[in-house]
Structure formats: C-alpha cells, structure tokens
C-alpha cells in the first residue's frame, strides 16, 4: 500500500489514538487486556504502530471503551452529498447536470419550450432512459411515434434515429439518464398508434 494514500494515513494514526484514548480514561494496559481477551504485548504493538490494526483487534477495544468504532480509526466525516449544479442552456433547451463528475452513466432534467417541437430525428451510440415530470412529450424512435404524459417512462437505443420534445401545447420537463450501450433500466412505454394529421 502507497505510504502516502489516505487508508494508509488513516491506519497511522489508529496507534496513538488508541493510547489516548485509553490513557484518557485511566485504564492500564493490563486493564485492558483483561477486559478484551487481547495480550498486553499486542495492545501494546498496536498503540505503537508496529501491529496492523485489524477488525477482530479494534471491535473488542472499542466495546471496552464504549466508543463506536468510528472514533478509534478516525473514520472521515460524510460530505454533503447534495448536487449544486448549474443550468444550461442547449439549442434552446434548459438542462440541468444531476451528475457531478463525468462517468459512464449521467443523469440529467431538461426543460424543453413549447416551441421546440419540430421533429429533428438524430442518431449517435448510447442507450437512453426518460422520465416525464411535467407537460405532454413526443418520443419518435425509428417507426414509433408516441406521447407520453406525466410519470410515464421510455428507454431506447440511441443508435436508433430518435427525437423528443413537447407536444407543442406546453413546456414539457424530462428526467434524462443516458448511459453506453447495455445500461437499461428495463422500463418501457407502449407505443400508441401513429394518428395521421388531418387534411
């Protein structure tokens, strides 16, 4: 293990903490190997550093002690894990990253205008999965043209000619995933027969 990667760090610092948190509580080293079943010679080991800390090691410590065992291997605190992302604007439509970092699978919600709804079918690799949220949206993948409505759902392959966009009666917004080829989400929506315009 690289001597400077944080697991490594983090299993540095397990030694000293040990020996202040039992020299905190006043317990001796025989205390303690009485209490966890463990040999003074290897607490001992421990506290120095010259004794890998182990799950089987750290478990009974840290019930003796009554500390989780959080707080004897100095485990990092959690982040925040919500997402600060900004919108943008694409080829008239609003769209916002719901993923962070780039990655094989990205999510994201589009805002589409009304007047985005002229069909301009496209091709490229990649499978895509949609979530309608709010408005009326048209999907055509190959020979299929559907609506779908609030809470319906479609997955298709982009290598298939595709478009999507509003009805035309009102902005329309989409929850996006799109990922390669294989990453399906095995939703599906049934395709509604395809209306001929009236003349």
Not at 155 to 168: I, K, Q
């Amino acid at each position: 293990m690289d001597e400077q990667s944080p697991i490594a760090t983090a299993l540095a610092q397990v030694g000293p903490r040990l020996k202040r948190i039992r020299t905190e509580r006043g317990v001796s080293l025989s205390a303690l190997a009485e209490a966890t079943g463990i040999s003074k010679s290897t607490l001992s080991r421990l506290e120095t550093g010259q004794r890998r800390p182990s799950l089987e090691l750290l478990l009974p410590i840290a019930q003796a002690h009554q500390v989780p065992l959080d707080e004897l291997v100095g485990a990092p605190e959690v982040g925040d894990p919500r997402i600060r992302s900004k919108p943008r604007v694409r080829n008239g439509r609003t769209v916002i990253p719901l993923t962070p970092h780039p990655g094989p699978l990205q999510a994201w919600k589009s805002i589409i205008p009304a007047e985005q709804n002229r069909p301009e079918l496209c091709t490229h690799e990649g499978y895509e999965w949609l979530y309608v949220l709010s408005g009326r949206l048209r999907l055509m993948v190959a020979d299929h043209d559907m609506t779908l409505g609030p809470g319906e759902a479609a997955e298709f392959d982009t290598r298939l000619p595709h478009w999507f966009g509003p009805t035309g009666e009102s902005a329309v917004e989409v929850l996006n995933l799109f990922g390669p080829q294989g990453e399906r989400m095995h939703i599906r929506a049934r395709p509604r027969p395809r209306q001929e315009p009236a003349s």
